[in-house]
Each structure stands twice: as C-alpha cells, then as structure tokens.
C-alpha cells in the first residue's frame, strides 16, 4: 500500500487578507493519498511497518487516544497488510464504541485501555517491557508514530519541484508529537518551517523535535519554528469561530478540514498573515495533513 508518491494536487487558496498582501497560499492536499492511511500518516508509518517486516516482527503495538488518527490509520494498514496490530488507548473502554475506535477493532486492531497516569508511564522502559510481554513482543511504535523512522518517511513529503514551482518560502503545518516537523525541515534545510501546535503548552515540543531530529542524524538545524497561538483552546477543543471557518472552507472552498489539526493550522495562518507574521508577497505552502476522520467526533 506504501506505493511511491509522485504528485499530489496543490491549490491555491484566495483569501482577501493574503491577496492584499500579495501573499500566496498554496495547499497540499496530502490528506487525498489514502482514503484512510490520510495525510501525513501515510508517511509516518511508511518506514516503522516495513521495518516491522524486515525484523520478523508479525505484530506492531502503539499508544493514542479515543479519536486518535494514527491509531485510525495503524489499524488499516495493518489490515491491509496482514499484521496484527494493538493500539494502548488513553481512557476508559467505554470509548470503544466511538468511530474511530470501532472503525480500529472492525480492523482487527486489540484494543487495551489504560488510565492516564499508566498512559504517561508510555516512554518508561518497565512499562514498554510489560507491554512487549503481555502482547508478544509486538514492534512498538511511539504515538503519533513519531521517531527516526517517521522522520525519515515525513522528508519525502515537500519536493524541491514543489518548492521552486511555486516560489515557497515558507512551509507551514500543524503539530502533535513533531514528527512531521522534523522530517520536512530535515528535508528542506534553506526554508522556513513553521508548525502551529494543536494543543495549549505546547512548547516543550521545541526539545522533542530536537531529539527527533538528532534520533534521524539531523541536528543542529535552525530553519524551524512553533507559533503557539493556535491552540484554539487545546488539543480537540473547538471555538465558534474554528467550527464556522471549517464550514466556510467546505462551502465556499470545496475543501474539508478537521477541527483537531487543519482547521486550526488554517485559520491561525489568516491571523498571522493579519499580523504581518509572514512578509508581504511571501509564498507559503501549507500541508493538509489529513485527520478528517476525526470529524465524526463533532
């Protein structure tokens, strides 16, 4: 299913506060690759399942919460190509029967709940231990899919075709875990990366992308940034303002956005284009991430 990407459609948006500044924003529509390994899940999980496979593992194990997308999009890929996979989620069993998860377990995905405190203990050495031993010794992939093998993967969304074709100067996304942040401004060393952070206190995130980055053999990188005003709140909540935005965009742009990721990365791009973050006749390129499966959580 991990097939080469060789073109994915960019649009450009036409906004009045951009247009009069003279700035353009072009979307990459990275959420149409899959219809539900999306976005830039495809590319996180491209490399951990295949090295999954390449070390005789049958089995892959990961964290996330109720609605999570990488667990959505674990559970597919796993389907699809034959390897069983456990998702550790955040919170009670109740939750089992939202859409994501039921969509997961349908998948053939186990399903283990655990508290939020266990859930916190996810990077601890004896609780991973524990894991590899109730469920196998499964391959363990961090939340949100997010290491060396996601950067590596995430690198090879943004072309150098795409960046001169459009004239780009600034490469601008949302952020979980980081991962995608990494990989594209590993990829792209001369442009300017902003990640807007989906949830509030997010700036810890500046050390994970770090270790990230020197995980994947590129520290000391400097083109990058987080713009932390785009919260809307914190992480899967919503303003008036956020869910009548995402409904502008599919009515007026014929373009849907989740309320989690792109909705928030989106319209925090108009209020720095009004605050004359990005100067005027600045070209952005701005990744539709996927996610929309979460939409169904509204």
């Keep these: 299913m991990f097939h080469p990407v060789y073109e994915l459609p960019v649009v450009s948006l036409n906004f009045p506060s951009a247009r009069q500044r003279g700035i353009g924003i072009h979307l990459l529509r990275l959420d149409q690759i899959d219809e539900r390994v999306s976005g830039n899940k495809w590319f996180k999980l491209k490399y951990n399942l295949k090295a ?110 795409i960046i001169s074709d459009f004239g780009i100067d600034h490469i601008v996304l949302p952020c979980g875990t980081g991962g995608t942040l990494a990989g594209v401004a590993a990829s792209q060393p001369d442009i300017s990366v902003v990640g807007i952070p989906v949830l509030k206190g997010a700036e810890f995130l500046n050390d994970d992308i770090e270790s990230l980055l020197k995980s994947a053999g590129c520290s000391d990188l400097n083109n990058w940034v987080l713009e932390c005003g785009g919260h809307f709140g914190g992480y899967g909540k919503t303003t008036p303002e956020l869910l009548a935005f995402i409904a502008m965009m599919a009515s007026d742009y014929g373009i849907p956005l989740d309320q989690v990721y792109t909705g928030k990365m989106l319209l925090r791009v108009i209020e720095l284009i009004d605050a004359d973050f990005f100067v005027k006749g600045s070209q952005l390129l701005v990744l539709h991430t996927g996610g929309l499966q979460g939409l169904r959580s509204l």
């Design 52 to 161: 999954a496979g390449e070390q005789g593992f049958d089995r892959v194990l990961s964290f996330g919460g109720a609605y999570s997308n990488h667990i959505h999009a674990l559970a597919w890929a796993g389907k699809v190509l034959g390897i069983k996979t456990i998702g550790v989620i955040r919170g009670e069993p109740e939750y089992a029967n939202n859409p994501t998860l039921s969509d997961a377990a349908r998948w053939g995905m186990e399903l283990h709940f655990v508290t939020r405190a266990e859930y916190k203990r996810r990077q601890d050495a004896d609780f991973l231990h524990a894991l590899k031993e109730r469920f196998d010794d499964p391959f363990i992939v961090p939340e949100g899919g997010s290491n060396a093998l996601a950067v590596k993967g995430t690198a090879e969304i943004v072309s150098r075709a």
